[in-house]
T-cell receptor, first 115, second 118 residues
Framework: AQTVTQSQPEMSVQEAETVTLSCTYD???????LFWYKQPPSRQMILVIR??????QNATENRFSVNFQKAAKSFSLKISDSQLGDTAMYFC????????????FGQGTELSVKP | GAVVSQHPSWVICKSGTSVKIECRSL??????MFWYRQFPKQSLMLMAT?????????EQGVEKDKFLINHASLTLSTLTVTSAHPEDSSFYIC??????????????FGSGTRLTVV
């Protein structure tokens, strides 16, 4: 079975500090993508960062970076210099190259950035 | 960037009536559209996958006769909640997958529709 697990339902961080959100997944496939999506109070889903499984180098997008550990099936998101606008639900997601392109989402982590 | 327009953003309907939700890809062709349902503070639950010109594929446990999906063109997909009941009240989100060669990366999501059945 393919599953994505986010074990932190809620987290909080002080503005300007760094926070790491955890995600583990299970799949028997070798070709897949991993994503982090952000859902702010507006509920619009926004792609934060993506990682292709065959790439060893961790993806980085400005203040957002991932720690991709393929053998451990771990894909954590690090947010540096947290800003109030980072307050949102964060979802980790897995997509296989085939299998219809479905996204498999984790349960989500609600992040609050405090001033 | 790719934009998916979803309408309406919110709707209130009476029990027993039907409601149609539209998703349009504005600047790309969406060969596949995914429809999700989301309860407050929960994850997105995939309801069905629709490919342009063919019947939708529904996830286990989703009533295909209640949630009618039509994907008649490469830029428009609709979800119709038929004979709606209060338990159908939820947040519905669409997500579009572009065609091959158009950058098959993270999909583009609509802004969602909050359905309240009274």
């Amino acid at each position: 079975a393919q599953t994505v697990t986010q074990s932190q339902p809620e987290m909080s961080v002080q503005e300007a500090e760094t926070v790491t959100l955890s995600c583990t997944y299970d799949t028997s496939e070798s070709n897949y993508y991993l994503f982090w999506y952000k859902q702010p109070p507006s509920r619009q889903m926004i792609l934060v960062i993506r990682q292709e499984a065959y790439k060893q180098q961790n993806a980085t997008e400005n203040r957002f970076s991932v720690n991709f550990q393929k053998a451990a099936k771990s894909f954590s998101l690090k947010i540096s210099d947290s800003q109030l606008g980072d307050t949102a639900m964060y979802f980790c997601a897995l997509r296989h190259y085939n299998q219809g392109g479905k996204l498999i989402f984790g349960q989500g982590t609600e992040l609050s950035v405090k001033p | 960037g790719a934009v998916v327009s979803q309408h309406p953003s919110w709707v209130i309907c009476k029990s027993g009536t039907s409601v149609k939700i539209e998703c349009r890809s504005l600047d790309f062709q969406a060969t596949t559209m995914f429809w999700y349902r989301q309860f407050p503070k929960q994850s997105l639950m995939l309801m069905a996958t629709s490919n342009e010109g063919s019947k939708a594929t529904y996830e286990q446990g989703v009533e295909k006769d209640k949630f009618l999906i039509n994907h008649a063109s490469l830029t428009l997909s609709t979800l119709t909640v038929t004979s709606a009941h209060p338990e159908d009240s939820s947040f519905y989100i669409c997500s579009a997958r572009p065609g091959q060669g158009a950058g098959d990366y993270g999909y583009t999501f609509g802004s969602g529709t909050r359905l309240t059945v009274v």
